[in-house]
């Protein structure tokens, strides 16, 4: 029950954080982390994000590369 209470305050700090400016995605990602040892569906959510973070760091180094050239 900690456990799902200390990941949903971070979950919740992180949505927060991505409204307003502050380091949102690092507090999703660890109330996720934590989350998802107890449900089924923040690992598919937690899962899903570090999918979608791994391709957007590859399109941003084609950018980089692309543009040192």
């Given at each position: 029950m900690i456990i799902t209470f200390i990941g949903a305050i971070f979950t919740l700090i992180?949505?927060?954080f991505l409204l307003l400016p502050g380091p949102g995605l690092l507090f999703l990602l660890?109330?996720?982390?934590l989350?998802?040892?107890q449900y089924?569906?923040?690992?598919?959510?937690l899962r899903l994000s570090q999918?979608?973070?791994s391709k957007?760091?590859?399109w941003l180094d084609s950018q980089i590369r692309?543009?040192?050239c």
């Open positions: 992180g949505v927060i660890i109330g996720l982390t989350l998802s040892t089924l569906w923040a690992k598919r959510w999918r979608q973070l957007s760091a590859a692309r543009h040192r």
